[in-house]
Nanobody, 123 residues
Framework: QVQLVESGGGLVQAGGSLRLACAAS????????MGWFRQAPGKERELVAR???????SYADSVKGRFTISRDNAKNTVFLQMDSLQYEDTAVYYC?????????????????WGQGTQVTVSS
């Protein structure tokens, strides 16, 4: 049974930082592209960042230069370091896994999802 468990969300002031972690189990982690998505109230779920099996990264324009995605295959964990947080970053953040060599930004292309963790940035 595949499980993705996010942690690290919370309340932070604008300009602050948070580090999200997603621990995976039940899958060959190193073979999966991992993504972080977010969904704000009334908005569609969107890709924030993804990291391929070769550790190639891609970011949404809105977070480039502020967020960093990384992975530790030995610990089956993917991280999202979020710096210079803005009010607009407030959302539920989800970890997702995709078993395919071709990268994708579409939520529909990801096979497994975590339960989400709330990130709230106060202005």
């Amino acid at each position: 049974q595949v499980q993705l468990v996010e942690s690290g969300g919370g309340l932070v002031q604008a300009g602050g930082s948070l580090r999200l972690a997603c621990a995976a189990s039940g899958l060959t982690f190193s073979s999966y592209t991992m993504g972080w998505f977010r969904q704000a109230p009334g908005k569609e779920r969107e890709l924030v960042a993804r990291i391929s099996v070769f550790a190639r990264t891609s970011y949404a324009d809105s977070v480039k230069g502020r967020f960093t995605i990384s992975r530790d295959n030995a610990k089956n964990t993917v991280f999202l370091q979020m710096d210079s947080l803005q009010y607009e970053d407030t959302a539920v953040y989800y970890c997702a896994a995709r078993t395919a060599a071709v990268a994708s930004d579409s939520p529909a292309a990801y096979h497994y999802w975590g339960q989400g963790t709330q990130v709230t940035v106060s202005s």
